[in-house]
């Protein structure tokens, strides 16, 4: 049994059946965009700032990591039950309160003495941050007409694309020219703006007071989620078969099954696992977590590809992938309104296209690729990905009755947040069991027994005799600086094995296109109508 989920006022105008078709509410809709964009960006700016906090609390990089790792884990069992949340307190009192929440933890974080403390405020920011997404985009669904979902859904994505980009390079100039205390501070006028913004501009959705939590889904996704994003975060570290990571994967593979087969039978679901039986949603949820590790692909592999290996700083490397962002940005509503107009089929197989192509060339780069040509590179695999990513998301939401978008909001949040998590996890596993290889394999030759060794040992020993290094120091030296060669290569070996896995990964969303195409998400659309027509109240 379904329980029931009230419709917002002008529900079936907006769907597009009947009544004057509405325009883009531009105002309320900006002010969404501020808090995603201040909330996803906060994520990424602090990661410039760590090897700051390890010098100035003294601190060790496992304890440091949990500044990063106690925000993951917090957002990600917040997700779950902000469309409860919104439905019982409605969306606009939810957006306001993880505003207000976000803005609190980012004052605390600015006045921590320590990294307990700076990872116990991170906490109290992530309850905000964690939920700001998924209610702002629930809010979208129910101020928007469908028929400018896309353009709206556009202009809303710049915030989840261009603020990861934007962090690393905001966070290393404010941390460089200023005080590690302003990436924090910076959000404390914005997030009042946007509260103050909210109170006056923004429209409260329906509210069901009657509506009863549902603990036991509340207790199984936090379990669920929680281990499952801590095994992903640690399992390189540990050992993906140690005892701690396998005993944590064991409990959130029972708990999210009990989960999964609580809510199928709850008349009060936490999330409505039946929306899965939508072919359209569940295709659009598959695309979705295959693009987002394409996505990660670019922005987790190239930072460590021009540090490690190329040697830029975390400010240079910042403003290489700048016109990345910018273009995908710039793509974004462009996409929205082709989206409006023709659907996701064409947008989806022509921007992941492009993304797949671009992310095979990749494997070529090397130690001399210039710093011009990748962003080049870059910026044109943007191009694909601000065409696809919305269109991907939006066709499966297009589907979901307007009462029930808050419930699917959460569902597609949940399941682009655990994604994110696998595929960073996945991607670092390939990294480096092909940098193992390829060690292996470039050591062999690089033995006293091999002719070429002592030729190149010796080029090697003469250039440090050229610095004044002789003897056993030149010996020794001139040994590791062709094992560091030898460890240089395989990396670089390693990372082009791994865009072309990358690449294959998101070449599986091309199929999946032709489940998204406009026919068939109308079709959709009045089938799930119809389906859920006795959940609507009678006005």
């Given at each position: 049994?379904t329980?029931?989920?009230?419709?917002s006022?002008?529900?079936?105008?907006s769907?597009?059946?009947?009544g004057p078709?509405?325009?883009?509410?531009?105002?309320?809709?900006?002010?969404l965009?501020?808090?995603?964009?201040?909330?996803?960006?906060?994520?990424?700016?602090?990661?410039?700032?760590?090897p700051?906090?390890?010098?100035?609390?003294?601190?060790?990089?496992?304890?440091i990591?949990?500044?990063?790792t106690?925000?993951?884990?917090?957002?990600?069992?917040?997700?779950p039950i902000?469309?409860?949340?919104?439905?019982?307190?409605?969306?606009?009192?939810?957006y306001?309160?993880?505003?207000?929440?976000?803005?609190?933890?980012?004052?605390l974080?600015?006045?921590?003495?320590?990294?307990?403390?700076?990872?116990v405020?991170?906490?109290?920011?992530?309850?905000?941050g964690?939920?700001?997404?998924?209610?702002?985009?629930?809010?979208?669904?129910?101020?928007?007409?469908?028929k400018?979902i896309?353009?709206?859904?556009?202009i809303?994505?710049?915030?989840?694309?261009?603020?990861p980009?934007?962090?690393?390079?905001?966070?290393?100039?404010?941390?460089?020219?200023?005080?590690?205390?302003?990436?924090?501070?910076i959000?404390?006028?914005?997030?009042i703006?946007?509260?103050?913004?909210?109170?006056s501009y923004?429209?409260?959705?329906?509210?069901?007071k009657?509506?009863?939590?549902d603990?036991?889904?509340?207790?199984?996704?936090?379990?669920?989620?929680?281990?499952?994003?801590?095994?992903?975060?640690?399992?390189?570290d540990?050992g993906?078969?140690?005892?701690?990571i396998?005993t944590?994967?064991?409990?959130?593979?029972?708990?999210?099954?009990?989960?999964?087969l609580?809510?199928?039978?709850?008349?009060?679901?936490?999330?409505?696992?039946?929306?899965?039986?939508?072919?359209v949603?569940s295709?659009?949820?598959?695309?979705?977590?295959?693009?987002?590790?394409?996505?990660?692909?670019?922005?987790?592999?190239?930072?460590i590809y021009?540090?490690?290996?190329?040697?830029?700083s975390?400010?240079?490397?910042?403003?290489?992938?700048?016109?990345?962002a910018?273009?995908?940005?710039?793509?974004?509503?462009?996409?929205?309104?082709?989206?409006?107009?023709?659907?996701?089929?064409?947008?989806?197989?022509?921007?992941?296209?492009?993304?797949?192509?671009?992310?095979?060339?990749?494997h070529?780069?090397s130690l001399?690729?210039?710093?011009?040509?990748?962003?080049?590179?870059l910026?044109?695999?943007?191009?694909?990905l601000?065409?696809?990513?919305?269109?991907?998301?939006?066709?499966?939401?297009n589907?979901i009755?307007?009462?029930?978008?808050g419930?699917?909001?959460a569902?597609?949040?949940?399941?682009?947040?655990?994604?994110?998590?696998?595929?960073?996890?996945y991607?670092?596993?390939?990294?480096?069991?092909r940098?193992?290889?390829?060690?292996?394999?470039?050591?062999?030759?690089?033995?006293?027994?091999?002719?070429?060794?002592?030729?190149?040992?010796?080029?090697?020993?003469?250039?440090?005799a050229g610095?004044?290094?002789?003897?056993?120091?030149?010996?020794?030296?001139?040994?590791s600086i062709?094992?560091g060669?030898?460890?240089?290569?395989?990396?670089m070996?390693a990372?082009?094995d791994?865009?072309?896995?990358?690449?294959?990964?998101i070449?599986?969303?091309?199929p999946?296109?032709f489940?998204?195409?406009?026919?068939r998400v109308e079709e959709?659309?009045?089938?799930?109508?119809?389906?859920?027509?006795?959940?609507?109240?009678?006005?």
């Amino acid at each position: 049994m379904t329980r029931e989920l009230p419709p917002s006022p002008g529900d079936q105008k907006s769907s597009g059946e009947t009544g004057p078709e509405r325009g883009i509410p531009w105002g309320p809709l900006m002010i969404l965009v501020i808090g995603a964009f201040m909330a996803i960006l906060d994520s990424s700016i602090v990661n410039v700032a760590l090897p700051r906090f390890m010098t100035l609390f003294g601190s060790s990089a496992d304890e440091i990591q949990w500044i990063l790792t106690g925000y993951m884990l917090t957002s990600g069992v917040v997700v779950p039950i902000t469309g409860y949340l919104g439905d019982r307190f409605g969306n606009k009192r939810m957006y306001i309160w993880s505003v207000a929440a976000f803005t609190l933890g980012s004052l605390l974080c600015g006045l921590a003495w320590s990294t307990q403390s700076l990872t116990v405020f991170r906490v109290i920011q992530a309850l905000g941050g964690g939920m700001i997404i998924p209610v702002s985009m629930a809010m979208i669904y129910r101020i928007i007409p469908r028929k400018k979902i896309g353009m709206a859904l556009g202009i809303w994505g710049i915030a989840a694309i261009m603020a990861p980009a934007v962090g690393p390079t905001l966070g290393g100039y404010l941390v460089d020219h200023f005080s590690w205390h302003w990436i924090f501070t910076i959000n404390i006028p914005i997030g009042i703006a946007a509260i103050m913004l909210s109170l006056s501009y923004l429209e409260e959705t329906p509210v069901q007071k009657d509506l009863k939590p549902d603990l036991p889904g509340v207790f199984f996704s936090s379990i669920g989620c929680f281990t499952l994003l801590l095994a992903l975060s640690e399992g390189q570290d540990k050992g993906w078969t140690s005892q701690y990571i396998v005993t944590l994967l064991i409990i959130s593979f029972f708990t999210l099954l009990l989960f999964i087969l609580w809510e199928l039978e709850a008349s009060n679901p936490l999330i409505d696992i039946r929306l899965l039986s939508n072919p359209v949603l569940s295709a659009s949820l598959l695309a979705t977590c295959l693009a987002t590790i394409g996505l990660f692909s670019a922005v987790f592999l190239i930072p460590i590809y021009a540090q490690n290996l190329l040697g830029y700083s975390p400010m240079e490397t910042g403003l290489m992938m700048m016109p990345m962002a910018l273009v995908t940005g710039f793509m974004m509503p462009i996409s929205g309104k082709l989206f409006d107009k023709f659907g996701a089929f064409w947008l989806g197989m022509v921007g992941m296209s492009l993304v797949v192509g671009i992310t095979y060339y990749l494997h070529t780069l090397s130690l001399d690729t210039s710093y011009r040509h990748l962003q080049v590179v870059l910026s044109l695999r943007a191009v694909g990905l601000g065409l696809a990513t919305m269109p991907l998301t939006t066709a499966g939401m297009n589907t979901i009755p307007k009462y029930l978008v808050g419930r699917a909001s959460a569902l597609n949040n949940t399941v682009r947040q655990i994604s994110g998590s696998i595929g960073i996890a996945y991607l670092t596993y390939v990294l480096m069991q092909r940098q193992v290889y390829h060690t292996a394999t470039l050591s062999e030759p690089v033995s006293l027994a091999s002719p070429v060794t002592p030729m190149a040992l010796a080029q090697i020993k003469g250039l440090l005799a050229g610095q004044g290094i002789t003897g056993a120091a030149a010996d020794q030296g001139a040994l590791s600086i062709l094992y560091g060669q030898v460890a240089q290569h395989s990396f670089m070996n390693a990372l082009d094995d791994t865009f072309v896995v990358s690449a294959v990964i998101i070449a599986l969303v091309l199929p999946l296109m032709f489940l998204l195409s406009k026919k068939r998400v109308e079709e959709e659309r009045k089938k799930q109508a119809a389906r859920y027509a006795h959940l609507a109240p009678r006005f």
